[in-house]
């Protein structure tokens, strides 16, 4: 148990140890935890995917990951806000990105990890490449609020919906 | 000045490379960038750009020494 808000890396090379950041979660004063883990699926717009590889800015996506996590935290109350993504091979089922949030009641824990999961896929300087069963690759999915806000730095949220 | 892409730039641009031109700011190294590859102008457009691990925008003065690194749109997660 503790408030592991700034002590856990935000980038890991190594696969994610779900249990671990789960028992570092806990808090006597939450009676609400919530995981949420992406995971990677076989399939994307019609492709088979082999397995993604993760890249990351690791200076600007640790500053950006603890802002983001300091920012819910306040904003909601919690007693723990947990984010970890990998960086490296992730093969299929296996976790890319986990979300804990922790605080007294179920609400703020789940708008907060949505909040997190969201500025955390359209922000932080972290990208995938897809590469498919048939020997192909593309990076992808990327962001594309830009189109819409015209400006690379505004995006458009679904925890705001 | 120093240039680091990453991701789908990669795609366009060596990962990391020298610009030897004079730019000041963001838009001008785009127009340099654009110079080496016209077909990045889409991808470019949707970059972000960072210096000393900060982003920054067009009213930042780059000067010569700097290292600027592009950040296309993100897709973690």
Not at chain 2, 24 to 46: H, Q
């Amino acid at each position: 148990m503790a408030d592991s808000t700034v002590e856990i890396p935000a980038l890991n090379g190594l696969p994610l140890d779900i249990v671990r950041l789960l028992s570092l979660a806990h808090h006597p004063g939450a009676g609400a935890v919530v995981l949420f883990s992406g995971e990677v699926r076989d399939s994307n717009r019609g492709q088979s995917v082999a397995w993604l590889e993760y890249e990351a800015h690791a200076p600007l996506a640790n500053t950006l990951i603890a802002e983001i996590l300091a920012m819910a935290k306040q904003r909601w109350a919690l007693h723990t806000a947990i984010a970890q993504h990998r960086v490296g091979r992730v093969d299929i089922g296996d976790t890319a990105v986990v979300v804990i949030t922790a605080s007294a009641h179920r609400s703020e824990a789940y708008a907060a990890n949505k909040y997190i999961i969201d500025r955390i896929k359209h922000e932080a300087p972290i990208w995938k490449c897809e590469h498919y069963t048939d020997g192909t690759k593309e990076w992808g999915n990327n962001c594309n609020c830009h189109t819409v806000t015209g400006d690379a730095a505004r995006h458009i949220y679904e925890h705001d919906r | 000045m120093k240039i680091h892409v990453y991701a789908a730039l990669k795609d366009y641009f060596q990962p990391e490379f020298e610009v030897s031109q004079l730019v000041t700011n963001t838009d001008e190294l785009k127009a340099v960038l654009l110079t080496l590859n016209d077909k990045a102008g889409d991808i470019l457009s949707s970059c972000r750009f960072a210096v000393e691990e900060g982003f920054i925008d067009n009213a930042f003065k780059l000067n010569q020494y700097d290292t600027v690194v592009i950040i296309p749109p993100a897709s973690g997660g």
